[in-house]
């Protein structure tokens, strides 16, 4: 079993930053890959980002040039940088990992084995 946990969402004003946090714990796994999504009520849960244990990175394009996905791998951390953040931003954002060494395709959102609880951004325009 993997857990994965959130955190660094809050309230921040358009233009602003934040970094949100996906702490892993349990079994370990050396070949992965690790997605952030946000989903905003009554919508369908979109992809955000996603890197792998190579550190290749992937982003949507409304992302893209804004948010910057990372790995801290002495703490088994992965990170959401996000810049310039819109009113459009706003959502639960959950990570989620696919310990199934795919490559070198990206997993789609039902190939991911375990996900965290999420963690709200809220965007102030």
């Known amino acids: 079993q993997v857990q994965l946990v959130e955190s660094g969402g809050g309230l921040v004003q358009a233009g602003g930053s934040l970094r949100l946090s996906c702490a892993a714990s349990g079994r370990t796994f050396n070949r992965y890959v690790m997605g952030w999504f946000r989903q905003v009520p009554g919508k369908e849960r979109e992809f955000v980002a996603a890197?792998?244990?190579?550190?290749?990175?992937t982003y949507s394009n409304s992302v893209k040039g804004r948010f910057t996905i990372s790995k801290d791998n002495a703490k088994d951390t992965v990170y959401l940088q996000m810049n310039s953040l819109k009113p459009d931003d706003a959502a639960v954002y959950y990570c989620a990992v696919d310990t199934n060494t795919r490559w070198p395709s990206w997993p789609t959102e039902n190939e991911y084995d375990y996900w965290g609880q999420g963690t709200q951004v809220t965007v102030s325009s």
């Open positions: 890197l792998r244990w190579s550190g290749t990175t």
